[in-house]
């Protein structure tokens, strides 16, 4: 009986290792289709986004202050703000002169609208000097949007390095 179960064991392992190779070179040869690295750019909420990262480069902090939803939720390292005028009042004014030292190679921007909700998620090459420290990060935005009616607002955003 032990012997009749390592004959069938050992069947069974010579059976899976004369299919191995078969079934590697036959996922080794597919093709996969590159992913769209940017969609939904022309959609009305992926302009918003635009306008907005336009007037925080502009250094326009009311420009940038109308894009953002009263009571925008904003993650960024470790910090959190819990309102648009916090954020106005805080860390606007240092994410401006940021956005104003350095250039931006945008990698990626994906945007998908969901009725009247709305996300943006975007890579973004940093480059230059702040400080006087160089700078050369990818950062990575995630950004929600709400139609409220009188256009797309930001309710939410998460800024990472």
């Known amino acids: 009986m032990f012997r009749n179960k390592i004959q069938t064991l050992s069947a069974i392992s010579l059976g899976l290792a004369l299919l191995c190779p078969v079934s590697v070179q036959a996922h080794g040869n597919e093709k996969h ?9 022309s959609t009305a909420a992926a302009q918003a986004v635009t306008a907005f990262h336009q007037a925080l480069r502009a250094g326009d902090a009311n ?3 109308a894009m953002l939803a009263d009571d925008v939720l904003i993650v960024e ?9 916090e954020y106005a009042s805080h860390h606007m004014l240092a ?3 940021f956005m104003a ?12 609208v969901l ?8 890579r973004s090459q940093l480059t230059g000097e702040y400080k006087g420290k160089p700078v050369d990060v990818v950062s990575k935005e995630t950004l929600v949007l ?5 256009g797309w607002k930001i309710v939410h955003v ?4």
């Open 63 to 65: 420009a940038a202050r």
């Open 146 to 150: 709400v139609d409220n009616g009188d």
């Open 33 to 41: 289709a590159a992913p769209a690295l940017f969609v939904g750019e």
């Open 95 to 97: 994410d401006m002169k």
């Open 101 to 112: 030292a350095v250039q931006v190679e945008v990698l990626e921007h994906q945007t998908k």
């Open 158 to 161: 998460h800024w990472s390095h």
């Open 77 to 85: 390292g470790n910090g959190v703000e819990r309102s648009a005028d």
């Open 115 to 122: 009725g009247k909700v709305a996300y943006s998620v975007s």
